[in-house]
């Protein structure tokens, strides 16, 4: 540790030996239910054999055949997969490392194939620590601050935090889809708007689902203005909400959806995905990369793929998701300090503050610690880092995602003798 970065913060003191499932192991042989998935991208869990095996297999055969040079079969079999994946009409896919690059190669599309200069982004989004993707970030300052000046051409317009601003959610959103249309009559015209980029399900802010009215309301504005609509679902989506995609919440139809997180099981792959009439009006060599695309990456990818489709994960994540908020709810209603829980599927934010305005991060942070010492990993978030986000694998079984509600408990009881 003492030649790691500084600047690298760790939010446990666990040093992993190995892991397997919803579980890891450190180095002294302590057991820890894993319910942060490596921020939500172990989704198939630690070490599946069928992921393993498949890279076992790929590594023996070719590790990197760079992608603008050559071709290789494990992309283009993903390929295939993902097309079938996507909503309607979206059939060519472009591949590269991390979501923040994702993010930017959509920008990058969406600028070239209209013209138009602006991005228009929500309020509380998080898509990566690169220069554009942190330009269009709000979810704190952490990315930004002594960064600037950041990227041009951003505008952003607020989401339906119906917790923060007070109000029901009918309210928040009728409120945001008016502020929306006014922005585009004093802040960017339509006419100077590429795109709007939104996370259908929130992360690093806080875990606010868009509401399905509000999602509708956004995907209505761009068609109207011929405006790209961008799903960023880098963490929310591949099954983790209860649905493939966590805009298939709404009736809502994307023009570039981006993917990363639980994409490969760990191993360093994103992409983008658009109709090839729109990927066609980006300009030639505009994407690519060194690493985008790795043979193995894909490969782990692919059985990834296998993994949600025959073990069910999807409907595992719904089912799961509405057993673990049956039993954190019941805990809502015991602690007054846990003011609120959201989210979708196995994503669920617990809000630990008296009120919106006066959240409490020191007890959030003792509830982290006070997991970690009864073997339950949690991660927090939140502009003050008093939410505790529950983000088990999708292949978590109901014995242990009752166990882990089981540990909170104490968690719980132990904190509150505290205060």
Known sequence: MSHLSPLLKQSSNVCVEHGEGAWLYDTDGQAYLDFTSGIGVTGTGHCHPTVVKAAQEQVGKVIHAQYTTVTHE???????????????????????????????????????????????????????????????????????????PMMAGVVTAPFPHAYRYGWDEQTAVEFCLRELDEILRTHSAPSDTAAMIIEPVQGEYGYYPAPKAFLEGVAQRCRDHNILLIADEIQAGYGRTGRFWSHEHADVHPDIVITAKGLASGFPLSAIAASQSLMNKGLPGSQGGTYGANAVACAAALATLDVVEGEKLVANAAERGEQLYARLEAYKKEYAWIDDLRGRGLMLGMEIAHSPDRPRADIAEKLAKESEKRGLLLLRCGTAGQIIRWLPPLVVSAEEVDDAADRFGKVLEAVASEL
């Open 74 to 148: 494990p992309m283009l079999k993903l390929t295939d997969r993902l097309v079938e994946k996507m909503p309607k009409g979206i059939d060519s896919v472009a591949f590269a490392n991390s979501g923040s690059e994702a993010v930017e190669m959509a920008l990058r599309l969406a600028r070239h194939a209209t013209g138009r200069a602006n991005i228009l982004t929500f309020h509380g989004g998080f898509h990566g620590r690169t220069m554009a993707a942190a330009s269009m970030t709000t979810s704190g300052t952490k990315v930004r601050t002594g960064f600037h």
